[in-house]
């Protein structure tokens, strides 16, 4: 059983909050997670029974007179009839970890979490597997750039492209490589298709849905352009919003902010659409083995998506709740085109930048756009490649292997 990053920080929270309310994408382990932290005194019930879902959406008080706390819901979001009894129940004492949840249709879920555990209740986000606790080190910190010694890279350099094209769902890395696309079909309409219809059954059918999720992927690290997406899937830009929206709130995809700090010029007003697991993105693009993912056109799009979810679940896994954006400015210097950096960290007042290359000789030149990050606000600066090892190419310069972070 691979260990969560989490565990130690939900048991943690669970000392100073009456409720604890695990949430993130279908799949990623939540039940599993939660069902290795019960002790012998938590009851556990899963609204996935149909009778316990009929209990609890008719009956609320007899629901926990069977089910007492303290105790796990699972899928609490089929459920919202028991959020008014839930309040009733944890305001009667002051005893922490009363409560633990799962749940997964987040608009929803939220929305009757605010309306009626406002101040009760301590979220937590669960990503898919991070590549931290994939190599058996799920306490790893959250990264800053410093530099002590130079460090071998756990993982080779095929071992590392084949981790990308897997990803981080839990079940791909026991489902044997010819099926993985067909799991990944499966999770499409059955999870994710069933989600949005639920919000909205007559929002988009199977195909449409299948084709908006591969535009999506081909155009993964891009800034994101409604119209454009529209005009491709066929779809109304009103439903293409809508789905976006979705889909982020179903944790599929991220959106990257542009930074607006007033130190920094922009005039990049969009944010940068990424995907949360490689392994879908590139099922979704026909990417089924490091060989056609090293051949793809798309494959450094790919890798910097990869890298920059793998830098924010490392933060967030760790309770680390930095800023991310990129950065990016029109026509600077000389007409030699725009200024990027793919990543930039903030906490604290400084600010970390971050440029990705699926490259494993990495030169000084990759990070000519740092300078524009003013010299008092820059923290060290690093390289995200498949070098393999943590080095120096200057005193401000970090080498970082992509399976470091």
Same mark, same amino acid.
């Given at each position: 059983?691979?260990?969560?990053?989490?565990?130690?920080?939900?048991?943690?929270?669970?000392?100073?909050?009456?409720?604890?309310?695990?949430?993130?994408?279908?799949?990623?382990?939540?039940?599993?997670?939660?069902?290795?932290?019960?002790?012998?005194?938590?009851?556990?019930?899963?609204?996935?029974? +149909?009778? !316990?879902?009929?209990?609890?959406? *008719?009956?609320? %008080?007899?629901?926990? &007179?069977?089910?007492?706390?303290?105790? @796990?819901?699972?899928?609490?979001?089929?459920?919202?009839?028991?959020?008014?009894?839930?309040?009733?129940?944890?305001?009667?004492?002051?005893?922490?970890?009363?409560?633990?949840?799962?749940?997964?249709?987040?608009?929803?879920?939220?929305?009757?979490?605010?309306?009626?555990?406002?101040?009760?209740?301590?979220?937590?986000?669960?990503?898919?597997?991070?590549?931290?606790?994939?190599?058996?080190?799920?306490?790893?910190?959250?990264?800053?750039?410093?530099?002590?010694?130079? +460090?071998? !890279?756990?993982?080779?350099?095929? *071992?590392?492209? %084949?981790?990308?094209? &897997?990803?981080?769902?839990?079940?791909? @890395?026991?489902?044997?490589?010819?099926?993985?696309?067909?799991?990944?079909?499966?999770?499409?309409?059955?999870?994710?298709?069933?989600?949005?219809?639920?919000?909205?059954?007559?929002?988009?059918?199977?195909?449409?849905?299948?084709?908006?999720?591969?535009?999506?992927?081909?155009?993964?690290?891009?800034?994101?352009?409604?119209?454009?997406?529209?005009?491709?899937?066929?779809?109304?830009?009103?439903?293409?919003?809508?789905?976006?929206?979705?889909?982020?709130?179903?944790?599929?995809?991220?959106?990257?902010?542009?930074?607006?700090?007033?130190?920094?010029?922009? &005039?990049?007003?969009?944010?940068?659409?990424?995907?949360?697991?490689?392994?879908?993105?590139?099922?979704?693009?026909?990417?089924?083995?490091?060989?056609?993912?090293?051949?793809?056109?798309?494959?450094?799009?790919?890798?910097?998506?990869?890298?920059?979810?793998?830098?924010?679940?490392?933060?967030?896994?760790?309770?680390?709740?930095?800023?991310?954006?990129?950065?990016?400015?029109?026509?600077?210097?000389?007409?030699?085109?725009?200024?990027?950096?793919?990543?930039?960290?903030?906490?604290?007042?400084?600010?970390?930048?971050?440029?990705?290359?699926?490259?494993?000789?990495?030169?000084?030149?990759?990070?000519?756009?740092?300078?524009?990050?003013?010299?008092?606000?820059?923290?060290?600066?690093?390289?995200?490649?498949?070098?393999?090892?943590?080095?120096?190419?200057?005193?401000?310069?970090?080498?970082?292997?992509?399976?470091?972070?």
């Amino acid at each position: 059983m691979i260990e969560r990053t989490i565990s130690k920080r939900f048991l943690s929270l669970a000392e100073d909050f009456k409720v604890l309310l695990v949430t993130g994408s279908r799949q990623v382990g939540k039940t599993t997670l939660l069902k290795m932290l019960l002790d012998d005194l938590r009851n556990y019930v899963t609204l996935d029974n +149909k009778a !316990s879902l009929n209990l609890a959406k *008719e009956d609320p %008080e007899s629901f926990f &007179i069977l089910n007492p706390l303290p105790c @796990l819901i699972d899928e609490v979001q089929r459920a919202p009839e028991l959020f008014l009894k839930i309040k009733e129940l944890v305001d009667s004492s002051d005893k922490k970890n009363q409560l633990w949840l799962t749940g997964s249709q987040k608009p929803r879920l939220m929305k009757h979490v605010s309306d009626t555990l406002s101040g009760r209740v301590c979220e937590i986000d669960m990503f898919p597997f991070s590549q931290a606790e994939k190599q058996g080190e799920p306490y790893r910190q959250s990264f800053y750039p410093e530099f002590d010694v130079r +460090k071998p !890279s756990p993982w080779e350099y095929i *071992e590392t492209i %084949e981790n990308i094209v &897997i990803g981080g769902y839990p079940e791909m @890395l026991s489902v044997k490589m010819e099926n993985r696309a067909d799991w990944l079909a499966s999770y499409i309409s059955t999870y994710l298709l069933g989600d949005i219809l639920d919000e909205d059954e007559s929002l988009i059918d199977i195909l449409d849905f299948r084709r908006l999720l591969q535009v999506l992927a081909a155009r993964t690290a891009e800034q994101l352009n409604y119209t454009a997406i529209a005009s491709e899937t066929g779809l109304s830009v009103y439903k293409v919003k809508k789905l976006v929206s979705l889909l982020v709130s179903y944790g599929i995809i991220f959106l990257l902010p542009p930074y607006s700090g007033n130190t920094l010029k922009t &005039i990049v007003k969009t944010p940068r659409m990424h995907f949360t697991d490689s392994g879908l993105c590139c099922a979704l693009l026909g990417i089924e083995d490091s060989g056609s993912f090293l051949k793809h056109p798309l494959a450094g799009r790919i890798f910097e998506s990869y890298v920059v979810s793998e830098m924010i679940r490392n933060a967030r896994n760790n309770g680390d709740y930095a800023n991310f954006y990129f950065y990016r400015e029109e026509n600077k210097g000389n007409n030699t085109g725009p200024a990027e950096i793919d990543l930039l960290k903030e906490k604290g007042g400084i600010i970390y930048p971050f440029e990705i290359k699926l490259n494993a000789t990495p030169v000084i030149k990759m990070s000519r756009w740092f300078d524009a990050i003013p010299d008092d606000r820059r923290g060290m600066g690093t390289i995200v490649c498949m070098s393999n090892e943590k080095t120096l190419l200057s005193k401000e310069l970090l080498v970082l292997p992509v399976s470091m972070i």
